[in-house]
């Protein structure tokens, strides 16, 4: 069974960078047909795509946050990370790690990590 | 960006009641659409991909249908712990985007 697991500060200053790993377990971050992505949820609100890697290193990431996002791959480590810089308070919110199954019919994000919260206050 | 509305934003039905919510999408996504179900404090959790085919290990009160511009994730005979928040999600084009939500209330 796949296990993703976030990590990561709590609590990060604006203006700063927000890092956070995303650990695999349970199968290999190198395998074909899988992205592996992150999504933001701000507190009461929806659902927003971040960005995606392969395991190749190539990236494809939302053109709202694009200029400030880079997303990274460790294959030795099984592990994914998400660097987002300048944040602001706009940026508070549970952030996930998932994996993408870009399969041909079955594309689709069928795990989740748990969700960590991430805010922005000096 | 494709756009994806759902509707209605807010839906309270009864045990039992047959529940329907219906995604729409800016332009057409051929049927590269998921359904997600999300309880309070939990991750999402995958429940149909490809429009209609249902998730390993989901009740099969839940079904899917749609192609094109429209969707719909249906709810046969409502559960009580099918109390949740419903998404919709674009995997047709970058960026992937998700549907605004649809909270359902178990009356």
């Known amino acids: 069974q796949v296990q993703l697991q976030e990590s990561g500060p709590g609590l990060v200053k604006p203006s700063q960078t927000l890092s956070l790993t995303c650990t695999v377990s349970g199968g290999s971050i190198s395998s074909d047909s899988y992205y592996w992505s992150w999504i933001r949820q701000p507190a009461g609100k929806g659902l927003e795509w971040i960005g995606r890697?392969?395991?190749?290193?190539?990236?494809n990431y939302n053109p709202s946050l694009k200029s400030r996002v880079t997303i990274s791959v460790d294959t030795s480590k099984n592990q994914f990370s998400l660097r987002l810089s300048s944040v602001t308070a706009a940026d508070t919110a549970v952030y996930y790690c998932?994996?993408?199954?870009?399969?041909?019919?079955?594309?689709?994000?069928?795990?989740w990590g748990q969700g960590t919260l991430v805010t922005v206050s000096s | 960006d494709i756009q994806l509305t759902q509707s209605p934003s807010f839906l309270s039905a009864s045990v039992g009641d047959r529940v329907t919510i219906t995604c729409r999408a800016s332009q057409g996504i051929s049927s590269y659409l998921a359904w997600y179900q999300q309880k309070p404090g939990k991750a999402p959790k995958l429940l149909i991909y490809a429009a209609f085919t249902l998730q390993s290990g989901v009740p099969s009160r839940f079904s899917g249908s749609g192609s094109g511009t429209e969707f719909t994730l249906t709810i046969s005979s409502l559960q009580p712990e099918d109390l949740a928040t419903y998404y919709c999600q674009q995997l047709n084009s970058y960026p992937i985007t998700f549907g605004q939500g649809t909270r359902l209330e178990i009356k």
């Open positions: 890697i392969y395991t190749s290193g190539s990236t």
């Open positions: 998932a994996r993408y199954n870009a399969g041909q019919h079955r594309r689709s994000f069928d795990y």
